[in-house]
């Protein structure tokens, strides 16, 4: 896994936690020689992995809609800035790029950037790892959804096994890469 993608709110968050974990998340891609692939953001959390990131002089790609342009970080040696027309397209190139998928706490944006890649894991469009980090809970909801979901028979308990889910992205991120794809029958 050389490449990570990171979906992540535009703002910081309520808690000292999430910024501890985009320093594990910095580190972790320093230790494996990886690349970070985020949204381009230079605000809230995504600014911060941004900052971390950097600091760890770990490489770099944003993929940035060009209605953010303005909220791009800029480019620099070790940062590459992908412009693409909207944001359809700037999941589908993450898609591409990206050997993992780390969902952080984040708001609307970042539900639906998961949303997405996971349903696409459905699919076998996606056939990478995805780590849900946990953080104090924060995802418990948005689980417990996913259990009922599977507990009223519109999706198999399989698709929800699929996912890491880990309260340290570190740990989940080592769990993935022992990650084997297996598609799941969807219908029953």
Known sequence: MKKICVFCGSNS????????QVQRLAQYLKTSAASLV?????????????AAVRAQGCPIIGVVPEILRKEAV??????????VSDMSARKKRMLE???AFVILPGGL?????????YSWNQLGINR??????NIDGYYDQLLAFLQDVV?????????????????????GLKE????????VNKWK
Request: hydrophobic share 35%; net charge negative; no cysteine.
């Open 128 to 133: 990478k790892p995805i780590v849900v980090t």
């Open 151 to 171: 507990d009223h028979g519109f999706m198999p308990q399989a698709n929800l096994d699929s996912l890491i889910v880990t309260q340290d992205v570190a740990k």
């Open 176 to 183: 993935a890469e022992n990650y084997r794809y297996q598609k």
């Open 74 to 83: 800029t480019a620099a040696p070790g940062v590459t800035l992908e412009y």
């Open 97 to 99: 790029l990206a050997d």
């Open 109 to 117: 944006g970042t539900m639906e950037e998961f949303f997405q890649v």
């Open 13 to 20: 968050g309520d808690d000292q936690q999430y910024q501890e």
């Open 38 to 50: 985020y949204g381009g953001g230079r605000l809230g959390m995504m600014g911060e992995i941004f």
